[in-house]
């Protein structure tokens, strides 16, 4: 029998983040929060994400809150547990390259303003677009938390993964997270990984999956036996399924064994009574879907995310094209193939998926979207696999294929970003808000000061 490492397991609780927006799009609001922050704080979790990702773009587009304040509002609420977010490395939490004086400055305030702990990832896997994010998170006395987007593929071995965490180290990463976005790793596969990675690097190894395929739990028992130190976790309310396993589970799945969380369950419990309401009423607004609690293996049989197919069936239902799916699914791996085997996480997800629409309904490659040629040119970064050049030249012409680091190509922006919002901006907060949401965040500064404000919180004791 396998031997369970005599070390604690710890926790990163995702409630405030990626359980929402695996759940509920990123709409659980502040005053949501609130009231269970303070158990929350004495919890004794690793840490607690709850910046990041899409919920930036959701408080100005959707929730009318300003994504700062909130940051400043949960630090102050959770002064004593790090406070974690994801970041999309030179993307930072917006859909293009920034110049790296936006990313500098970007990381030095969202530090100043709460966070301690930054998962820096890039959807390619390129070292190239995480290097000025990793270095800015340390300039600023952060925690760098530097992730593998895990795929599998013809290049993507154990090898591959180890390589990248040993060339993620060497640029300064505190700790390395394999990020199975698409809950695509299994049990035997997660031992051997782990196992490597410890033996490949003196860092924390850090695991995040979902539990789209049902396998979550197994997954973590699995890399806890190896040796894994932290896993993402969500409260139940807003667990399994499109989200993480749920915390309470694992917490008592490993009570009283080597790796004991030390968690207490009836603390748990209190939190997610919380949230259980919070659920029901994101439920009766029809912001939570029930159908995202399911099991989809459906991932495992094609290596498409979840959210990724719920994009694919829009497409299709738009062109009235629905009869198409199965044919959809099955060019997915091809495009991806021709592509160079890019990771399916945004926004290569979504590219990926969209050529594969278009090469159904259309022919094999009679036409490109944007993106494809961006992504075929370059302008995302290196892909990991040998491009078919024959489809690269069908779709580029004679526009030449970017070799260098994309965002060498961009000037410094911030001076002209201040110019260009002086009239709006009354903070750097706000030029970076700019920056990131040009098409929305302006329209939310001028309208922010009207923002009814939350005047009375009903905290849990």
């Given at each position: 029998m396998l031997q369970m490492p005599e070390k604690k397991l710890y926790i990163t609780d995702?409630?405030?983040?990626?359980?929402?927006?695996?759940?509920?799009?990123?709409?659980?609001?502040?005053?949501?929060?609130?009231?269970?922050?303070?158990?929350?704080?004495?919890?004794?979790?690793?840490?607690?994400?709850?910046?990041?990702?899409?919920?930036?773009?959701?408080?100005?587009?959707?929730?009318?809150?300003?994504?700062?304040?909130?940051l400043r509002i949960l630090k102050k609420a959770m002064p004593k547990t790090p406070l974690q977010?994801?970041?999309?490395?030179?993307?930072?939490?917006?859909?293009?390259?920034?110049?790296?004086?936006?990313?500098?400055?970007?990381?030095?305030?969202?530090i100043e303003n709460g966070i301690n702990v930054v998962r820096v990832f890039d959807a390619l896997n390129d070292v190239r677009n995480m290097e000025v994010a990793m270095k800015a998170v340390k300039k600023y006395g952060g925690t760098c938390e530097a992730a593998l987007s895990?795929?599998?593929?013809?290049?993507?071995?154990?090898?591959?993964?180890?390589?990248?965490?040993?060339?993620?180290?060497?640029?300064?990463a505190d700790?390395?997270?394999?990020?199975?976005?698409?809950?695509?790793?299994?049990?035997?596969?997660?031992?051997?990984?782990?196992?490597?990675?410890?033996?490949?690097?003196?860092?924390?190894?850090?695991?995040?999956?979902?539990?789209?395929?049902?396998?979550?739990s197994m997954i973590y028992f699995a890399a806890?036996?190896?040796?894994?130190?932290?896993?993402?976790?969500?409260?139940?309310?807003?667990?399994?399924?499109?989200?993480?396993?749920?915390?309470?589970?694992?917490?008592?799945?490993?009570?009283?064994?080597?790796?004991?969380?030390?968690?207490?369950?009836?603390?748990?419990n209190k939190a997610a009574a919380h949230f259980k309401g919070v659920a029901q009423k994101m439920q009766d607004e029809g912001i939570l879907n029930p159908k995202v609690l399911r099991v989809d293996p459906n991932t495992l049989i094609y290596q498409v995310p979840g959210g990724m197919l719920s994009n694919l069936l829009s497409q299709l239902k738009q062109a009235n094209a629905e009869d198409k799916y199965e044919e959809v699914l099955a060019e997915v791996p091809r495009v991806r193939k021709d592509f160079g085997y890019p990771p399916l996480v945004?926004?290569?997800?979504?590219?990926?998926?969209?050529?594969?629409?278009?090469?159904?309904?259309?022919?094999?490659?009679?036409?490109?979207?944007?993106?494809?040629?961006?992504?075929l040119q370059g302008k995302y970064g290196r892909l990991p696999g040998e491009v078919n050049e024959e489809i690269r030249k069908q779709a580029l012409?004679?526009?030449?294929?970017?070799?260098?680091?994309?965002?060498?190509?961009?000037?410094?922006?911030?001076?002209?970003?201040?110019?260009?919002?002086?009239?709006?901006?009354?903070?750097?907060?706000?030029?970076l808000s700019c920056a990131l949401f040009p098409q929305v965040a302006p329209d939310f500064i001028k309208k922010r000061d009207h923002i009814e404000e939350v005047k009375e919180i009903n905290v849990i004791w």
């Open positions: 995702t409630i405030l983040r990626d359980a929402h927006q695996s759940h509920a799009a990123t709409r659980m609001r502040i005053e949501d929060m609130l009231p269970a922050c303070e158990i929350l704080d004495n919890m004794g979790y690793w840490s607690i994400e709850c910046w990041g990702g899409a919920t930036f773009d959701s408080c100005m587009r959707f929730l009318g809150e300003d994504p700062w304040e909130r977010m994801l970041l999309r490395g030179q993307n930072l939490l917006g859909y293009r390259h920034y110049a790296d004086d936006v990313v500098d400055s970007f990381c030095g305030r969202m895990y795929t599998t593929s013809p290049v993507h071995s154990e090898e591959y993964f180890v390589k990248q965490a040993i060339t993620l180290q060497q640029m300064g700790v390395i997270c394999i990020k199975d976005m698409a809950n695509l790793l299994l049990p035997k596969d997660v031992y051997s990984l782990v196992t490597k990675l410890k033996e490949a690097v003196d860092l924390p190894i850090h695991l995040h999956t979902h539990d789209t395929t049902g396998t979550g806890a036996l190896a040796g894994v130190d932290i896993i993402d976790c969500a409260l139940s309310p807003m667990a399994t399924g499109t989200s993480q396993p749920a915390t309470e589970s694992l917490v008592a799945a490993f009570k009283g064994t080597p790796r004991d969380t030390g968690l207490d369950l009836s603390s748990l945004t926004p290569t997800s979504q590219i990926v998926g969209s050529q594969a629409v278009l090469n159904v309904l259309m022919g094999r490659y009679k036409t490109f979207t944007k993106e494809s040629k961006m992504l012409g004679d526009e030449e294929v970017i070799t260098c680091r994309p965002a060498d190509l961009l000037a410094n922006e911030m001076d002209e970003l201040r110019k260009n919002v002086s009239d709006i901006a009354k903070c750097e907060e706000d030029v």
